[in-house]
Nanobody, 123 residues
C-alpha cells in the first residue's frame, strides 16, 4: 500500500525558510520520480518541483526562481523541499506526489499523493 506523509509545514515570516519532508512507503521508491505540488485557496494546484528516481535531474516551477531545492534520500525513502526566501504568495498546502510509472522522466502522470502540509508565510 503506497503511503506518502508530508511534514514540516508551519507559519513563517516573509524571507524565512522551511524544509518540507515526505516519507514514502509501499513501493520501490528509487524507481519513481517524485514531485511537490502546492495549492493555494481559490487557485489551481501547481507543480513546485520534481526530481528523478536517482536524484540526478530536477525541474522547478517558474515561480521558484532559485529559492527552493528538491532532494531525496533513497536509503530512507524520503523526499525533501528546502524553501528559502519565502514570500506570502508561497502560502499554500504542499503535497508530495509519486510518479505513475517507474523509470519515467519527467513523470507525466501521478497516481498517489499525500494529505498535504500547510505552509503559511506572513508579511
Amino acid at each position: 500500500q503506497v503511503q506518502l506523509v508530508e511534514s514540516g509545514g508551519g507559519l513563517v515570516q516573509a524571507g524565512g525558510s522551511l524544509r518540507l519532508s515526505c516519507a514514502a512507503s509501499g513501493f520501490s521508491f528509487s524507481n519513481y520520480a517524485m514531485s511537490w505540488y502546492r495549492q493555494a485557496p481559490g487557485k489551481e494546484r501547481e507543480m513546485v518541483a520534481t526530481i528523478s528516481g536517482v536524484g540526478d535531474r530536477t525541474n522547478y516551477g517558474e515561480f521558484v526562481k532559485g529559492r527552493f531545492s528538491i532532494s531525496r534520500d533513497n536509503v530512507n525513502n524520503m523526499v525533501f523541499l528546502q524553501m528559502n526566501s519565502l514570500k506570502p504568495g508561497d502560502t499554500a498546502v504542499y503535497y508530495c506526489y509519486k510518479g505513475e510509472r517507474p523509470f519515467r522522466w519527467p513523470a507525466k502522470f501521478y497516481d498517489h499523493w499525500g494529505q498535504g502540509t500547510q505552509v503559511t508565510v506572513s508579511s
